[in-house]
């Protein structure tokens, strides 16, 4: 599985965009609120892997509840698949820990599904249908 990209916690997208921008030199999409999870994003399109930035909209969401346990910070990796049911089932045959049996609605389109953070040290894993 290629990764396609790495989600960042952070409090406030207006505070975390430009600094992001400074350091990498690209620019970010425009915001895009995902109901689904809560959050507003943005992504910054870097070869080999994007950076998405994730504000939670409520502070009950699991995003916002990240933020409020452990700071802002690395929150997940996610893998590009051709089937998000298949992987999520994959991972439930090898004996993985799901959050997802099936996927739902994701930022950009895509259908993702998440696999549980307690089985990799609390980073959780997103799988991203599509190339
Ligand atoms: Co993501």
Sequence with gaps: MEIDHLGIAVASLATAVPAWTATTGTIASPEEEVPAQSVRVVFFPTPGGHLE????????????????????????VAF??????????????????????????????RTVGFAHPSAHAGVLVEFVEGP
């Design 80 to 109: 590009a698949v051709p089937d998000v049911d298949a992987a999520l089932a994959a991972v439930e045959r090898r004996g993985g820990r799901l959050i997802d049996r099936t996927g739902r609605p994701g930022a950009r389109g």
């Design 53 to 76: 930035l994730l504000e939670p909209t409520r502070p009950d969401s699991a995003v916002g509840r990240f933020l409020a346990q452990r700071g802002p910070g690395l929150h997940h």
